[in-house]
């Protein structure tokens, strides 16, 4: 067969497959409809994704109508440059961008917005929405994250589990769930400096251990074997891995709710304990721990030792402490109090004629500090501040607060904030620009994920929800999303090796506590 020979040349048959690739796009695009009436109105949507900033690995925003809106049809008009695309609804109201057109908006939108134009059918009638903006960061997020997922009631063990979820797609797996381990209580998992190689999970009521994966390896340490140390109830490891701070109830430790706590250090290379007057005492209550990146100091929060009941009526102060691992394991004489919880002051007299919803302080002053957390480069704190105790998802009325460390003050951060809803601070991703908190302000049950950005000056942008992979997703969920941390990169540690270690009976012995600098 003799193959036949074209007449064109290389730059015409590249110009010849050009234009067909073009109509074969202009194909498949879906134009809009036309609209037959505007309104100023935004469209009801869930969830809230209107004006938000975004960054630009995120996986497609998919959302719904409102169930309010009783729409025959409608469709989403997504548009940046020159790319535009148009999705319609499916049943139920749901928009659900495809990944490859997400991917396609988001790839030149770096900094830039993306315009959203959502169009509904009533009675035969196209009735336009106005448009809303989606704000493209100039700064990335990191690609995992790591949440418990649980009852809402905390008191309610249930089925819970430790998962992990990619955030440039839609994939979740577990990591450890409570059906692996015959029902035990799986805490919250902690890592060093987002690295996903160190990861620390401790199991509170079955095998009342805690397990420590560094690198590779993975050790069950079995503090229930030392005298009046349980399994810790909140931990934060230093900067270098060497060491490890932990929360632990001296008296009773349930659901997650301490009575007497204090704080030590453990010393993951010689497998020993070490603390401080100032961090373990018959006479304060201290939890919450969290170094500094540069590892040398030491962030918690104290407040004065009270009966068994404290947990409802105590104010908890935020405190820090130097830390010099160089000098042997030493800490400093001084505790600094960065925030201390006085009683509030009477409002400002108000003129009638002031119709103004008063002013948000920036930080409560008669609050309960918690989850102190450090930004990556060391500037900033992100707290929560809740009306008492050291459980803030458990209280109606808890803020995260902003407190910039070289400025000795805390900044406005409105925008997360939200009357009558519980909001907890959790983690910062590893370039310090976003930020991730759980909040009640959905439906008042269940704890959400949060996203928000977080400009160079410590301002934050309008948060978003957690994108999901079906658009009412958090609908059928039913579970509340407890702790998420950043990571950037998956966890290595599979669910088989974690809970069949968490079943050996053999532990890393660990040696008695002693003081610092011994």
Not at 158 to 175: A, Q, T, V
Not at 233 to 256: K, L, N
Not at 402 to 411: G, H, P
């Amino acid at each position: 067969m003799i193959a036949m020979k074209t007449s064109l040349s290389p730059t015409l048959r590249h110009a010849f497959f050009f234009l067909l690739l073009v109509l074969f796009s202009a194909a498949c695009r879906r134009e809009a409809v036309p609209t037959d009436r505007l309104t100023n109105r935004r469209p009801p949507i869930f969830p809230d994704y209107t004006d938000v900033t975004i960054p630009p690995n995120i996986a497609p925003l998919r959302f719904l109508l409102a169930d309010t809106c009783e729409a025959e049809d409608a469709e989403a008009t997504f548009e940046c440059g020159a790319v535009r695309v148009t999705i319609r609804a499916t049943e139920g109201s749901a928009f659900a961008i495809a990944p490859r057109e997400w991917k396609r908006l988001t790839k030149d939108a770096v900094g830039k917005v993306i315009s959203v134009k959502v169009t509904a059918r009533f009675g035969g009638e196209w009735v336009g929405y106005a448009p809303f903006n989606l704000y493209v960061a100039p700064d990335s997020i990191d690609p995992y994250i790591v949440y418990g997922r649980r009852d809402p009631d905390c008191r309610v063990v249930g089925r819970m589990g430790l998962y992990e979820r990619c955030l440039e797609d839609f994939h979740e797996r577990p990591l450890l769930t409570n059906d692996m381990t015959r029902g035990d209580r799986i805490g919250r998992a902690t890592f060093c400096r987002n690295d996903a190689q160190r990861m620390l999970l401790p199991l509170t009521e079955v095998y009342r251990c805690t397990l420590l994966a560094d690198s590779g390896d993975i050790e069950k340490l079995s503090t229930h074997a030392i005298p009046d140390l349980p399994a810790p109830t909140h931990a934060a490891w230093h900067p270098s891995g060497r060491y490890i701070a932990f929360a632990v109830d001296r008296r009773a430790q349930q659901d997650e709710r301490e009575t007497a706590s204090n704080i030590v250090i453990y010393d993951v290379v010689k497998h020993e304990l070490f603390t401080s007057p100032s961090l373990f005492s018959d006479s304060a209550s201290t939890t919450h721990p969290a170094f500094s990146p540069d590892g040398e100091t030491l962030y918690f929060c104290a407040t004065a030792h009270l009966a068994t009941t404290h947990s409802n009526i105590a104010k908890y102060h935020l405190c820090a402490v130097a830390f010099n691992i160089h000098g042997g394991r030493r800490f400093g004489r001084k505790v600094d109090t960065l925030y201390r919880s006085r009683p509030a002051p009477p409002p400002a007299p108000r003129k009638k004629s002031d119709k103004t919803p008063p002013k948000r302080p920036e930080v409560r002053p008669d609050g309960s500090a918690a989850y102190p957390c450090p930004s990556p480069d060391g500037r900033y704190l992100l707290l929560t501040v809740a009306d008492v105790g050291c459980t803030p998802a458990d209280r109606p009325a808890a803020d995260p607060a902003l407190y910039d460390l070289k400025r000795k003050t805390f900044l406005p951060i409105d925008t997360l904030c939200t009357d009558g809803a519980s909001e907890v601070a959790c983690s910062w991703s590893s370039n310090g620009r976003w930020i991730v908190y759980t909040a009640r302000s959905v439906d008042g049950l269940y704890e959400y994920p949060f996203i928000a950005y977080l400009s160079s000056d410590g301002r934050p942008a309008k948060p978003f929800l957690m994108p999901l992979k079906a658009a009412d997703g958090y609908r059928r969920t039913l579970q509340s999303f407890t702790s998420p941390t950043f990571l950037t990169s998956p966890v290595p540690y599979r669910a088989y090796t974690l809970s069949r270690k968490a079943r050996a009976r053999d532990g890393v012995e660990i040696h008695p506590l002693k003081a610092a600098g011994k």
